[in-house]
């Protein structure tokens, strides 16, 4: 079964910088609109950034100016730049496929101070 899978997380200092990836598990499903997510333990969903399938975005203003999301359609990838983190920044992050619903496992980000 297709699913979305996650990858790039991990530990940065305050200022640091990550990028995550979101890809299809299988080839032949082909990413449309896809919007990251993060959630921090006992607050709600909140979605980060989308991107439609001709590369508009949108940003959350918590992250306008540090944030970039890109896609590459010959990957069939969706990437999530991150720059200048911050403590509040830490979550776990997912991407969904907005056509389908189809949510990844995540991937956690942790900035410390």
């Known amino acids: 079964q297709v699913h979305l899978v996650e990858s790039g997380g991990g530990l940065v200092q305050t200022g640091g910088s990550l990028r995550l990836s979101c890809a299809a598990s299988?080839?032949?499903?082909?990413?449309?609109?896809v919007g990251w997510y993060r959630q921090a333990p006992g607050e709600e969903r909140e979605l980060v950034a989308a991107?439609?399938?001709?590369?508009?975005?949108y940003y959350a203003d918590s992250v306008k100016g540090r944030f970039t999301i890109s896609r590459d359609n010959g990957k069939n990838t969706i990437y999530l730049q991150m720059n200048s983190l911050k403590p509040d920044d830490t979550a776990m992050y997912y991407c969904?496929?907005?056509?389908?619903?189809?949510w990844g496992q995540g991937t956690q980000v942790t900035v410390s101070s």
């Open positions: 991107i439609t399938g001709f590369g508009s975005p």
């Open positions: 299988e080839a032949g499903f082909t990413l449309n609109a």
């Open positions: 969904v496929d907005s056509d389908t619903q189809m």
